[in-house]
């Protein structure tokens, strides 16, 4: 009998464990101790939305796990002449 209700627990803890998989919806789930007052860069004014923004949007550049500046969604820069205008070139499957 024991061995009965012991598979039955664990076989409804392992059903309650399905909710907790991952979902093809791409839906990114963000979980912060304090509400995310704004997400536009130029206005955000709090730790919580900066933190947030750090989570979800990627960089012309960024750094690798050495600490290397590297690309990020640009695949190729260039700075002009007298060094005023810089060009990014964005990887192929970003969209504007």
Known sequence: MKKFIFLF??????LSLVACG???D????YSSELDI???DSSDADD???FTAMHAII???MTLDVDGNVVYGIAEDSSVSEDGLTHTYVMKKYMKC
Request: net charge neutral; with cysteine; proline share 0%.
């Open 58 to 60: 990627d960089g012309l």
């Open 22 to 24: 991952s979902s093809s």
């Open 37 to 39: 007052k704004n997400l």
């Open 47 to 49: 730790g919580c939305s």
């Open 26 to 29: 791409n839906t990114y789930v």
């Open 9 to 14: 627990v664990a076989g409804l803890m392992s």
